[in-house]
């Protein structure tokens, strides 16, 4: 069955210093999400992406994150300079279609990223 | 403010015991999810609901949009089911999603 992959599994950084996140979503997938996970939290929704454009996105989503689809498989989220507040488990998840529009379809989820912020 | 709320928090059972566990919300919808984490970090998707009843093996899902509320059922509950069960929503305004604080269910042989 097609997976989410997501990599490094394990990112330790500096405050301060830039990262990427990779995720491959599943192929014939339109719908690209990430979440972040701070420890003992709970999940917690960042930004959506469809058709090479941000479609929505929270308010902790701000000037230091970005996202990008730079070629026809990756799906990056970039913190430009990172805070120790930033040390969490960042999830990339990917569906089919809309989900507000003609056929529901599920999330599929990656196995996450865990970003250690020293 | 906690546009999904889960009870219970935490739940433990007997090897066999049948589980409910509950999650209502406030806003508006498009679909609800109910999702599985495991001890290892890693989410699965179990289902997704606009509407009804939901049946896959042992798990059963329910909705009712008038009452904003909707129930995950484990029959014959194992070992295996331990596990944080996450009801997640998304906004019918957007793309937005809201998620549950999580059920950390305990299942003891």
């Known amino acids: 069955e097609p997976e989410v992959t997501q990599t490094p599994s394990h990112q330790v950084t500096q405050m301060g210093q830039e990262v990427i996140l990779r995720c491959v979503p599943i192929?014939?997938?339109?719908?690209f999400y990430w979440y972040r996970q701070i420890l003992g939290q709970k999940v917690e929704f960042l930004v959506s992406?469809?058709?090479?454009?941000?479609?929505?996105k929270s308010e902790i989503f701000d000037d230091q994150f970005s996202v990008e689809r730079p070629d026809g498989s990756n799906f990056t989220l970039k913190i430009r300079s990172t805070k120790l507040e930033d040390s969490a488990m960042y999830f990339c998840?990917?569906?089919?279609?809309?989900?507000?529009?003609?056929?529901?379809?599920?999330?599929?989820f990656g196995n996450g990223t865990r970003l250690t912020v020293t | 403010k906690n546009e999904v709320e889960q009870s219970p928090q935490n739940l433990t059972a007997q090897e066999g015991e049948f589980i409910t566990i509950n999650c209502s919300y406030s806003?508006?919808?498009?679909?609800l999810h109910w999702l599985q984490q495991h001890p290892g970090g890693g989410i699965v998707s179990l289902f997704m609901?606009?509407?009804g009843k939901k049946k896959h093996g042992r798990l059963i899902a329910t909705i009712n949009i008038q009452e904003k509320h909707s129930s995950l059922h484990i029959t014959a509950s194992h070992p295996r089911d331990s596990a944080v069960y996450i009801c997640?929503?998304?906004?019918?305004?957007?793309?937005?999603?809201?998620f549950g604080t999580g059920t950390s269910l305990t299942v003891i042989p």
């Open positions: 998840a990917s569906s089919e279609t809309r989900l507000d529009g003609g056929r529901n379809s599920p999330l599929h």
């Open positions: 192929s014939n997938h339109l719908y």
């Open positions: 992406f469809y058709n090479n454009e941000i479609s929505e």
């Open positions: 806003v508006g919808i498009s679909a």
């Open positions: 609901l606009s509407s």
């Open positions: 997640a929503v998304r906004s019918n305004t957007g793309n937005q999603f809201y």
